[in-house]
């Protein structure tokens, strides 16, 4: 049966390498630290076969509400300082991850509406500062799902300061990185479970700037290096054929400045470096559906941004220094659909697109180091790509809309530090 479980990271210690481990307990199981002068690597093994399930409730009349709801399967969190480590860490979730936000505003609300909602089957978050890192990490995500849903209920509400609204689903997730740090190793993510985000809200009034977004991930990396640093790391990403949509509905009857967004993506590798030189090796197969659905409905608006893309395999690597080494190979044979519609009655501007992309890459150094770029790319696309935006605009000041779908995209540039 599934049982709510909070999950508490925890890390860093100045001068060692500490991980901490948390599973289905509620409380944390922290690893013994690895002693930086001996070299040790610590090393971890995560198996999650139950259901984590982590649900809010709320029907309530108040100024102001914040509401962060997260469930995790498998998660090791910890941090590297002025020492060098290594991580072995091996994680496997076969049950399903579900975390639910449900509010209900009453009446007016003077403050911000905020509300957080996340789900992911295995995470590896781990921070470095003045470091020296090598990782081995391992995920696999089997489980029946990882769902995020956040829904917000005020058809006769008013939210004066407006605020946001997200849901987020990742099967698998590692993030590293920090300040004048190296990283280097491997990263394996494979993926064949259903990932499904979704953000649902009805208000009736909003004077004020609101948010409401979705973001539906298979395997997601992200690496992230400031001042005199280094990566050189191979990422490996596999989604099997299985479903991962991103859906965000929303209904304001009167909204002054709406921006709603649904993400979706198989597998999304996004590394950045600055001070030292990059080499990323990069290979994505994705066989699965990936969907992105952005919906909005109003009265009376004054702006309303509305977008929705859909990305089977994406891999950004960015150096601001001279140095970039690039291998990139991305195979897609799963079905790519980003759909966005927007119906309006009266009101000012409405800004409406989808994009959807089998395989897209980019890649870039800095100009004015004399930035070097070198790339071996190699992208396959067979799955149908589709993009649709639908617009109706009964009266109203602007509308721009369009629509974007791609097979195989592939950016390399040399830019300034910083853009």
């Not at 190699?378 to 009266?395: D, E, I, L, M």
Request: contains cysteine; charged residues 10%; aromatic residues 4%.
């Amino acid at each position: 049966m599934a049982r709510p479980v909070p999950i508490r990271l925890v890390g860093m210690m100045a001068a060692t390498a500490t991980f901490a481990a948390l599973a289905t307990e509620a409380s944390a199981q922290q690893t013994p630290a690895c002693d930086p002068q001996a070299g040790e690597t610590c090393s971890s093994t995560q198996t999650q076969t139950g259901d984590v399930t982590g649900l809010v409730d709320i029907d309530l009349s108040l100024d102001q509400l914040t509401v962060s709801t997260n469930a995790q399967g498998n998660a090791l969190a910890g941090g590297v300082t002025a020492a060098s480590a290594g991580l072995i860490s091996r994680q496997s979730m076969t049950g399903a991850t579900v975390a639910r936000s449900n509010v209900v505003v009453n009446g007016e609300a003077d403050g911000q509406l905020s509300v957080d909602t996340t789900a992911r089957g295995n995470y590896l978050g781990v921070t470095t500062d003045r470091a020296t890192f090598a990782v081995d990490s391992s995920q696999s995500a089997t489980g029946d799902r990882v769902e995020a849903g956040t829904y917000v209920q005020a058809p006769n509400g008013r939210v004066l300061q407006g605020g946001f609204a997200t849901s987020t689903a990742v099967a698998n997730t590692v993030a590293l990185g920090g300040p004048s740090s190296s990283l280097t190793g491997v990263i394996d993510q494979r993926a064949q479970t259903t990932v499904f985000a979704e953000t649902v809200a009805d208000v009736q009034y909003i004077p004020a700037p609101a948010t409401f977004s979705s973001q539906a991930v298979a395997n997601a990396v992200q690496t992230n290096t400031t001042g005199a640093s280094h990566q050189d790391l191979g990422i490996r990403q596999s989604n099997a054929a299985s479903t991962t949509e991103a859906r965000t509905d929303v209904y304001v009857d009167n909204g002054w400045d709406l921006t709603v967004g649904a993400n979706a993506g198989a597998n999304q590798a996004i590394t950045a470096n600055a001070g030292g030189s990059m080499l990323i090796q990069t290979d994505q197969a994705n066989a699965g559906r990936v969907r992105a659905d952005a919906r909005v409905q109003t009265n009376l608006q004054g702006q309303t941004v509305l977008a929705a893309r859909s990305v089977a395999n994406e891999t950004v690597a960015g150096n601001n220094d001279i140095y970039l080494k690039l291998d990139n190979t991305q195979l897609n044979t799963g079905g790519v659909e980003a759909n966005a519609t927007y119906v309006g009655v009266n009101g000012y501007d409405a800004y409406v697109g989808s994009d959807a992309v089998g395989n897209a890459v980019t890649g870039y150094a800095c100009s004015q180091c004399g930035g070097d770029v070198n790339v071996n790319n190699n992208q396959t696309n067979s799955g149908n790509v589709t993009a649709t935006t639908n617009a109706t605009v009964s009266s109203g000041r602007t509308a721009v809309v369009g629509a974007n779908a791609v097979g195989n995209s592939a950016s390399f540039y040399i830019s300034r530090p910083g853009g």
